[in-house]
Each structure stands twice: as structure tokens, then as C-alpha cells.
T-cell receptor, first 112, second 113 residues
Framework: GENVEQHPSTLSVQEGDSAVIKCTYSDSASNYFPWYKQELGKGPQLIIDIRSNVGEKKDQRIAVTLNKTAKHFSLHITETQPEDSAVYFC???????????FGSGTQLTVLP | DAGVTQSPTHLIKTRGQQVTLRCSPKSGHDTVSWYQQALGQGPQFIFQYYEEEERQRGNFPDRFSGHQFPNYSSELNVNALLLGDSALYLC????????????FGNGTRLTVT
């Protein structure tokens, strides 16, 4: 099955700086890579996703890059704000895409 | 447009008891999955329901069972509760059996004492 590794486990940045979270996956057949943001007491919220036919996708301050050859993908958040503080999870599909395998999460803290 | 809704939000049970958690999918979604999230970890896939049938199952024992109703809502049942079953149980929905974005509810926090 799919194995997803996520780094770092914790990340602190100053407000306005950029944050980068990296994930690697094992199944070369995986073709869809979502990122979720989870705030305290809430469920994971889909913030951006990318399919394997593109190398980069942007949505305002958030971008995701994908390197299929190296089997890794990254989340980039620019101009960070205190409300970006949360746990971020990457994921990749397995089992005929019916399930997502999640990374272990990154606790992002944006310091004012 | 209502998102994924789950009930109850919190639940406390005793070892050996049984529990039922409920989920209504996002409007327009017909596929429901259940995930277990232990404290400090990523969600772990339990199973997926589509067209009222279990389509795929993760590495969870038979004590975990589910059901999907004709209106696409779903239940998760856990029998013979263990202390290790304490976790946040997340319901997620999507349109179609796989490949489309998965949307999560806020979960049910289950505590087993």
C-alpha cells in the first residue's frame, strides 16, 4: 500500500515569512495529492490539491508543487498570517483511489 | 449548502460497550468514508461506502462495521469497545466512488473509559 512521509513535524515562522512542508509517497501509480488544514476541534479542511498531469498549482498565497520522478510534493504558503496556524496534512490515494493515506502532520505556528 | 455533518460531537463510553456514530454527507455527494484519528496523528482509513455497500476496508477489525442508507447518510458501529478506540472519528464524503475531492466533517470525539 501507499506510504506517505511528511516533514517537518513542527514549523514556526514569523508573520509575513514563507512556510514549506514536504511529503514523499511510495506508490508511483498515485495521481492525486491533496493538502488539508486542521484547526483545533475541527475536521480536516481541503485547501488545495494537485493531479499528476501538472507540476504546480497556485491559489492565492498557497501553492503546491509535484515532482513525480522523485515522488515528492510540497506545500508552499507565502506571506503567512496568524490564522494560518494549524496542523497541515498531505495525503495520497491508495486502494484504487478509494482511500487516502495521510502523512503524520505538520504543526505550523505563525508568530506575530 | 450544508457540509458533512456528524453526530454526536462528543461521546463517553465504557469498555465493552457498543457505539453508533452518524454522518450526513455534503449535498450532492454519494460516497461516504470513515476515518479514525488518534491524538497527534493523521487520519486512518476505516472503510468506504458507495451505493449502500462497503467498497473498501482499511486495517481495522470486524468490531468496526458500517451502513449506508438510501439517502447516502451513514453509520459507524463499534462493538466491544477498547480503551484504544478512543479517538476522533471523521466522516468524509465525495461524489463518485473515488478520485474526486474528499470533504470531512468535524468528527465525533469518542472517549472510552
Amino acid at each position: 500500500g501507499e506510504n506517505v512521509e511528511q516533514h517537518p513535524s513542527t514549523l514556526s515562522v514569523q508573520e509575513g515569512d514563507s512556510a514549506v512542508i514536504k511529503c514523499t509517497y511510495s506508490d508511483s501509480a498515485s495521481n492525486y495529492f491533496p493538502w488539508y488544514k486542521q484547526e483545533l476541534g475541527k475536521g480536516p479542511q481541503l485547501i488545495i490539491d494537485i493531479r499528476s498531469n501538472v507540476g504546480e498549482k497556485k491559489d492565492q498565497r498557497i501553492a503546491v508543487t509535484l515532482n513525480k520522478t522523485a515522488k515528492h510534493f510540497s506545500l508552499h504558503i507565502t506571506e503567512t498570517q496568524p490564522e494560518d496556524s494549524a496542523v497541515y496534512f498531505c495525503a495520497a490515494p491508495s486502494g484504487s483511489a478509494r482511500q487516502l493515506t495521510f502523512g503524520s502532520g505538520t504543526q505550523l505556528t505563525v508568530l506575530p | 449548502d450544508a457540509g458533512v455533518t456528524q453526530s454526536p460531537t462528543h461521546l463517553i463510553k465504557t469498555r465493552g460497550q457498543q457505539v453508533t456514530l452518524r454522518c450526513s454527507p455534503k449535498s450532492g455527494h454519494d460516497t461516504v468514508s470513515w476515518y479514525q484519528q488518534a491524538l497527534g496523528q493523521g487520519p486512518q482509513f476505516i472503510f468506504q461506502y458507495y451505493e449502500e455497500e462497503e467498497r473498501q476496508r482499511g486495517n481495522f477489525p470486524d468490531r468496526f462495521s458500517g451502513h449506508q442508507f438510501p439517502n447516502y447518510s451513514s453509520e459507524l458501529n463499534v462493538n466491544a469497545l477498547l480503551l484504544g478506540d478512543s479517538a476522533l472519528y471523521l466522516c468524509a464524503s465525495r461524489s463518485g466512488g473515488g478520485g474526486s475531492p474528499l470533504h470531512f466533517g468535524n468528527g465525533t470525539r469518542l472517549t472510552v473509559t
